[in-house]
């Protein structure tokens, strides 16, 4: 049987065939001779069109065909290939393996075996749209979420046996509590997400029956570091999920795993505006369910005030502004989540009111953006013309965003500029051309920026060049490194900008500042974007 695929002109644009036959057959060499013969018999059978799809909008898919080569195999001859799989499912057939590791290394080559194969699965299903967006996104989250479980449940009973089992100080066993943040907290996972992770343990003690008896908090964030190696490092076997553990308590600087009482105490004493945002979409994931129930209840008040609070508007349209001076200094434009009329617009618009009112309407206390909009309708809180533009561009921006990670599995939100993959990410969104997909895109972004400006950009007397040259600043200083701080002093005409730039960042990253209370550290990021702009001001005025 020949080993060439023999892609016809009108079966895939000429773009994304040129070279296609040469990579499958260098992928068939690689194979052993059982494999090969499956795959050259698969691409001739009815499946063909849906595997020339996968494998040209999405060169990776091959890439990790090959180096899984059974997966695929298996995942057709299971009847999977094709399916839906439920959390249930995929915590049955993940609990099964994981019960046959034997160590830590053994774990992490079967977490990412797992992550690798259903990766494949979802890929398949979403590019040849065998499920829709909210299906795909509902399975990624399914499917992290479970990797944490299992993955959690595998290291607690592996350090118990080294430290012993951790107690309160009444006898109760204690568990590490896992919070979802964001994509994966909301369920709304995307292909190539990191996850966004916070730690927390119930109550202070002491492990007990071990060879040595050690904190509860030592025993957790050891618990932690070892959760996050197991999902995060890259091996042979690639990685399962990248972890990101900057927005708990403290962020980098503050320990890796605190107590529900010290977590309680942080958001009520120290907690800011951007943290009630983020904690829109927390949602527990591992742990003792009756535990985290209460977690999530001792936070609900700092997330959602009682009264209406119209501070929320301006609270994210100063997160907003400082997002679109990134999206400029970085040349984001072409970014279909953070540039104009993105998917971070949306987000934004639902989430204003849930901060607004969210406290006096529980309905808009969940937290998938879908649901949130159609609650917003339902309350007459959005006319339902705005409802269904916001929900079909939510749904076209995902669609896309999906199809760009699937090219090479990276965590990018940014419009290719290569005519290949252009070409795929036009083919997966079903358009005949790159120009129809953008004039499509443009639309649907031009629909949303339009909803956003109406709904919470400011009034246009707020708008000040003063306001705007604040706001610079303002963005540098929220996520600071001494590059881009250094060469904005520069380009603002500081003297010896990399020294302000280093002191700048030893007082912010300062234990001190780090450790401040809720609002002192707001007078603080308040003042220093003024005093910067009024000693550029004052440097202006010398040189003159």
Same mark, same amino acid.
């Given at each position: 049987?020949?080993?060439?695929?023999?892609?016809?002109?009108?079966?895939?644009?000429?773009?994304?065939?040129? +070279?296609?036959? !040469?990579?499958?057959q260098?992928?068939?060499?690689?194979?052993?001779?059982?494999?090969?013969?499956?795959?050259?018999?698969?691409?001739?059978?009815?499946?063909?069109?849906?595997?020339?799809? *996968?494998?040209?909008?999405?060169?990776?898919?091959?890439?990790?065909?090959?180096?899984?080569?059974? *997966?695929?195999?298996?995942?057709?001859?299971?009847?999977?290939?094709? !399916?839906?799989?439920?959390?249930?499912?995929?915590?049955?057939?993940?609990?099964a393996?994981?019960?046959?590791?034997?160590?830590?290394?053994?774990? *992490?080559?079967?977490?990412?075996?797992?992550?690798?194969?259903?990766?494949?699965?979802?890929?398949?299903? %979403?590019?040849?749209?065998?499920?829709d967006?909210?299906?795909?996104?509902?399975?990624?989250?399914?499917?992290?979420?479970?990797?944490?479980?299992?993955?959690?449940?595998?290291?607690?009973?592996?350090?118990?046996?080294?430290?012993?089992?951790?107690?309160?100080?009444?006898?109760?066993?204690?568990? /590490?509590?896992?919070? *979802?943040? +964001?994509?994966?907290?909301?369920?709304?996972?995307?292909?190539?997400?990191?996850?966004?992770?916070?730690?927390?343990?119930?109550?202070?003690?002491?492990?007990? $029956?071990?060879?040595?008896?050690?904190?509860?908090?030592?025993?957790?964030?050891?618990?932690?570091?070892?959760?996050?190696?197991?999902?995060?490092a890259?091996? &042979?076997? $690639?990685?399962?999920?990248?972890?990101?553990?900057?927005?708990?308590?403290?962020?980098?600087?503050?320990?890796?795993?605190?107590?529900?009482? !010290?977590?309680?105490?942080?958001?009520?004493?120290?907690?800011?505006?951007?943290?009630?945002y983020?904690?829109?979409?927390?949602?527990?994931?591992?742990?003792?369910?009756?535990?985290?129930?209460? /977690?999530?209840?001792? =936070?609900?008040?700092?997330?959602?005030?009682?009264?209406?609070?119209?501070?929320?508007?301006?609270?994210?349209?100063?997160?907003?502004?400082?997002?679109?001076?990134?999206?400029?200094?970085?040349?984001?434009?072409?970014?279909?989540?953070?540039?104009?009329? +993105?998917?971070?617009?949306?987000?934004?618009?639902?989430?204003?009111?849930?901060?607004?009112?969210?406290?006096?309407?529980?309905? /808009?206390?969940?937290?998938?953006?879908?649901?949130?909009?159609?609650?917003?309708?339902?309350?007459?809180?959005?006319?339902?013309?705005?409802?269904?533009e916001?929900?079909?561009?939510?749904?076209?921006?995902?669609?896309? #965003?999906? &199809?760009?990670?699937?090219?090479?599995?990276?965590?990018t939100?940014?419009?290719?500029?290569?005519?290949?993959?252009q070409?795929?990410?036009?083919?997966?969104?079903?358009?005949?051309?790159?120009? !129809?997909?953008?004039?499509?895109?443009a639309?649907?972004?031009?629909?949303?920026?339009?909803?956003?400006?109406?709904?919470?950009?400011?009034? #246009?007397?707020?708008?000040?060049?003063?306001?705007?040259?604040?706001?610079?600043w303002?963005?540098?200083?929220n996520?600071?490194?001494?590059?881009?701080?250094?060469?904005? =002093?520069?380009?603002?005409?500081?003297? %010896?900008?990399?020294?302000?730039?280093?002191? =700048?960042?030893?007082?912010?990253?300062?234990? +001190?500042?780090?450790?401040?209370?809720?609002?002192?550290?707001?007078? =603080?990021?308040?003042? /220093?974007?003024?005093?910067?702009?009024?000693?550029?001001?004052?440097?202006?005025?010398?040189?003159?």
């Amino acid at each position: 049987m020949s080993t060439a695929l023999n892609v016809q002109t009108d079966e895939l644009p000429a773009l994304l065939a040129e +070279g296609l036959d !040469a990579r499958w057959q260098s992928f068939l060499q690689r194979c052993s001779e059982p494999q090969a013969q499956w795959y050259q018999e698969f691409a001739q059978s009815e499946a063909r069109p849906k595997l020339l799809l *996968a494998i040209a909008a999405s060169p990776i898919f091959l890439d990790y065909c090959q180096r899984f080569p059974q *997966a695929l195999i298996d995942l057709q001859q299971q009847g999977l290939l094709d !399916a839906p799989l439920s959390a249930g499912e995929l915590t049955e057939q993940l609990a099964a393996e994981c019960d046959a590791c034997s160590n830590a290394d053994e774990l *992490a080559k079967t977490l990412r075996q797992f992550r690798y194969r259903h990766w494949l699965r979802l890929v398949w299903r %979403d590019l040849n749209r065998l499920c829709d967006m909210v299906a795909t996104t509902a399975e990624l989250s399914a499917l992290a979420d479970v990797c944490v479980q299992q993955a959690l449940a595998f290291l607690h009973r592996e350090l118990c046996r080294e430290w012993g089992e951790p107690q309160s100080a009444d006898g109760r066993p204690q568990q /590490l509590s896992v919070i *979802a943040m +964001g994509k994966l907290g909301a369920g709304e996972l995307n292909l190539s997400s990191d996850i966004d992770l916070i730690f927390s343990y119930p109550e202070a003690g002491s492990t007990v $029956g071990g060879p040595r008896s050690v904190d509860n908090q030592e025993f957790f964030i050891r618990l932690g570091q070892r959760l996050i190696k197991a999902l995060d490092a890259r091996t &042979a076997d $690639g990685f399962v999920f990248r972890v990101d553990m900057r927005l708990r308590p403290y962020g980098q600087s503050g320990p890796l795993v605190v107590s529900f009482d !010290a977590m309680e105490e942080y958001y009520q004493d120290q907690g800011r505006d951007w943290e009630r945002y983020a904690l829109i979409k927390a949602r527990c994931i591992a742990g003792d369910e009756a535990a985290n129930q209460r /977690l999530m209840a001792s =936070l609900r008040p700092f997330t959602y005030r009682r009264y209406l609070d119209f501070s929320a508007i301006e609270s994210l349209r100063d997160m907003k502004a400082m997002i679109q001076r990134e999206v400029a200094r970085r040349s984001l434009h072409n970014n279909i989540k953070l540039g104009a009329g +993105g998917i971070r617009e949306i987000e934004f618009i639902a989430q204003c009111f849930q901060l607004i009112r969210g406290g006096q309407e529980i309905s /808009l206390q969940q937290r998938p953006l879908r649901i949130i909009l159609d609650e917003l309708r339902d309350m007459e809180l959005l006319p339902a013309p705005v409802v269904d533009e916001l929900q079909a561009a939510n749904v076209f921006l995902r669609n896309a #965003e999906h &199809a760009i990670q699937a090219w090479r599995d990276e965590q990018t939100q940014q419009l290719p500029d290569a005519p290949a993959p252009q070409a795929a990410l036009a083919l997966s969104m079903g358009f005949d051309s790159w120009e !129809a997909f953008t004039a499509a895109l443009a639309e649907h972004r031009q629909r949303v920026d339009e909803h956003f400006a109406n709904i919470i950009a400011a009034p #246009e007397e707020e708008s000040s060049t003063d306001r705007a040259a604040i706001q610079r600043w303002e963005v540098l200083l929220n996520d600071p490194d001494a590059d881009s701080l250094t060469e904005e =002093l520069q380009a603002a005409g500081y003297n %010896d900008a990399a020294e302000v730039a280093r002191r =700048l960042l030893a007082l912010l990253t300062g234990a +001190g500042v780090q450790r401040m209370q809720g609002s002192a550290r707001e007078r =603080l990021d308040d003042f /220093l974007p003024l005093l910067l702009e009024q000693a550029q001001e004052a440097e202006d005025s010398g040189r003159a």
